[in-house]
């Protein structure tokens, strides 16, 4: 038995079945240290409810149960990996509410119905990066959620919570740093997963800011999408669509620069003008 009570991790896997699918960007996570340490990561879960984005056989969901989550609501896509999710929620009485279905087509705010949330999650590395820029970019703001505790892929943490003229800068980064504090918490190594990933992963702690620039979110994807589109071109080259010269005059900024090279004031200052 683990420390909760319930089977180990890898005798669930082998009773249900479960193996991890490629095509869902399944890796599971079943060092319960580690999934301990993500959910301490998310802060106080005692209040809240916490979403969690595909708990395949529930090692992270567990983490949170044990680490005092007043409620969790895990989304999962794969139907295979419910009945195992149904023990756990057998095992914490009224805490566990699984959604079988898919995340990106979730209402996520609808959810949370007013009422304090956290996301918690080991993202599926396939919808990880759309699922953050949907969230970034919800309105009204500040935002139905407290804070994002993520998994992604390290090459993905590092382009959320780069500084500009680094080569990991980009439309993740502007994003990010306009409405949130980010940072990198810890890595976890590819053998800390089954099947290993041929990467290492990295957990990010996004906390919203209260007041960040006011600019449409809509208009700061345009813009950071042309620019960072065409990045080795100069700026009057791939905002060209957008207004090219014109716009960057409007704005006082040098029409030879590279997206690379303008801070995040910067963009939301285009956004404004156009």
Not at 232 to 255: C, H, N, T, Y
Request: proline letters at 8%; hydrophobic letters at 45%.
């Amino acid at each position: 038995m683990a420390l909760d009570g319930l089977p180990p991790l890898r005798e669930v896997i082998r009773q249900h079945g479960l193996d991890a699918r490629k095509a869902l960007g399944q890796n599971f996570l079943l060092d319960l240290n580690l999934t301990s340490k993500i959910a301490r990561s998310a802060g106080d879960l005692s209040q809240t409810t916490v979403f969690e984005v595909g708990p395949g056989p529930g090692g992270l969901t567990r983490a949170l149960l044990m680490n005092s989550a007043r409620r969790v609501v895990a989304v999962e896509r794969d139907e295979r990996c419910l009945p195992a999710l149904a023990e756990i929620a057998a095992h914490y009485p009224g805490r566990l509410e699984i959604i079988s279905g898919d995340a990106l087509k979730t209402d996520w705010a609808a959810l949370a119905g007013g009422k304090p949330a956290k996301i918690v999650a080991n993202l599926p590395y396939n919808i990880g990066t759309e699922l953050l820029v949907r969230w970034l970019t919800v309105e009204p703001w500040p935002p139905f959620f407290e804070s994002l505790t993520l998994m992604f892929q390290r090459e993905v943490a590092q382009r959320i919570v780069a500084s500009p003229d680094g080569d990991a800068y980009g439309r993740l980064a502007v994003l990010a740093g306009w409405r949130t504090d980010a940072r990198i918490m810890f890595d976890v190594p590819p053998q800390a997963f089954t099947p290993p990933p041929k990467v290492t992963s990295s957990v990010v702690h996004l906390i919203p800011r209260a007041e960040p620039l006011p600019v449409s979110a809509r208009l700061l994807g345009r813009v950071t999408e042309a620019a960072f589109g065409q990045r080795r071109k100069m700026l009057r080259q791939s905002l060209k669509p957008l207004g090219g010269e014109a716009l960057l005059a409007k704005v006082g900024i040098d029409p030879t620069r590279r997206a690379e090279t303008l801070s995040i004031e910067e963009f939301v200052a285009l956004a404004q003008a156009l």
